[in-house]
């Protein structure tokens, strides 16, 4: 908000308020997702979701995958696995919820293209209120942390189920 008023006109930032106090709104911040490996057909995208009212997480689809679903990985006898999502993601209204390596995750399935750093990804987020959203997920170099070290703690505390994920989605793709 101090960025808004300080660098665009006064009006030009209620335009863009507006909307916002009109219809439940979901912020989506830092979409991004690893550029695939060679043969690689599944990917996962991560990024941060915010409702200031409190929404859901439903669904997710991308026109760049033959299937997108919601999944989470969990450790179960310290072997990380991922399973779909059942509910969909709770978003408790004010509070942050970041999609990261080793939680929450978007995973696309059975992409069309390899994903290649600096291309976008397109994904519709369903929301219980909010509806759909479309969103533009940036795709970073394979093995880069050019977004997680912008956030050290993160950095820190997944690093492990990072590489546990990693291994995760390639056993995934073998047994398809
Ligand atoms: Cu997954």
Not at 3 to 14: E, I
Not at 16 to 35: I, T
């Amino acid at each position: 908000m101090t960025h808004c008023s300080r660098l665009l006109p006064a009006l030009l930032c209620m335009g863009f308020s507006l909307p916002a106090m009109a219809a439940p709104q979901v912020q989506v911040e830092r979409p991004w997702a690893r550029a695939t490996a060679p043969h690689q057909t599944d990917a996962a995208v991560y990024l941060t979701l915010r409702s200031p009212g409190g929404d859901r997480l439903i669904g997710v689809g991308s026109p760049m995958a033959d299937h997108a679903s919601l999944h989470e990985t969990v450790k179960e006898n310290g072997v990380s696995r991922m399973r779909d999502v059942p509910g969909g993601i709770p978003l408790p209204a004010g509070q942050t919820v970041t999609l990261r390596p080793g939680g929450f995750h978007i995973m696309l399935i059975g992409l069309h293209h390899p994903l290649v750093a600096g291309q976008t990804v397109t994904l519709d987020l369903s929301f219980e209120k909010a509806g759909t959203v479309e969103v533009l997920a940036g795709v970073e170099k394979l093995g880069a942390n050019a977004t997680m070290q912008r956030d050290t703690a993160m950095l820190g505390r997944h690093d492990a189920g990072r590489r546990d994920e990693m291994m995760d989605h390639g056993t995934m793709d073998q047994t398809r």
